[in-house]
């Protein structure tokens, strides 16, 4: 309960300069770190960003990608979630290709979370369960379980392309592995 952490979708660039200038939350929120993304896969859904739009830009397997997931989960099933969910955060936070992963919560019953990832690759390999360790199906077994009876009511998630990193978050910048490097490409 220490952080905040706001999602949310801009007209543009401009628009969400302008909040972060000329309004009292944007000049707080401005003051900590924050990265600009472009939508290019969606999988799932979540009403409030139905709006939101794929763009035709993809990542390669090799570039950095910033996956975002975002659920309602129902009530009678918190304790099957949390006993699923919990080896998958795990996973994803220990796993040596996440170079950021982060869950939050706003009571009652919706979660998300957040992660960036050296390569596409690397994530896609996890969500998948590849990989040496006796543990890299926690995630794979954790979507069929889903499949099997679901803990959502509403689910998605939303993986990104990075534009652009502001700030510092907990004392460490450039966060995005090889950011300018991959928006020259």
């Known amino acids: ?27 707080t929120l401005s003051a900590g770190w924050h990265v600009r993304l472009e939508l290019i896969r969606r999988w799932g859904q979540f009403s409030e960003f139905d709006d939101l739009q794929v763009s035709d ?15 309602r989960l129902k009530l009678p099933q918190l ?12 996973q994803v936070r220990d796993h040596p290709a996440a170079k950021l992963a982060l869950a939050s919560m706003r009571p009652l019953g919706t979660f998300s979370t957040f992660s960036i990832w050296r390569s596409q690759r690397e994530m896609a390999e996890m969500v998948h369960g590849k990989g040496a360790s006796a543990e890299n199906d926690q995630h794979a077994r954790a979507m069929t379980e889903r499949e099997r009876k679901d803990f959502h009511y509403q689910f998605t998630t939303l993986r990104f392309r990075a534009l652009a990193e502001y700030g510092e978050w907990l004392g460490q910048s450039s966060i995005v592995p090889n950011l300018a490097k991959n928006l020259n490409s």
């Open 79 to 90: 304790f099957r979630f949390i006993r699923w969910g919990r080896p998958v955060e795990r």
């Open 1 to 27: 309960m220490r952080h905040l952490a706001v999602f949310a979708a801009w007209e543009n660039e401009q628009a969400l300069d302008d909040f972060l200038t000329n309004s009292q939350l944007g000049n």
């Open 57 to 71: 830009n993809k990542a390669e397997n090799d570039q950095p990608v910033v996956a975002v997931t975002l659920a």
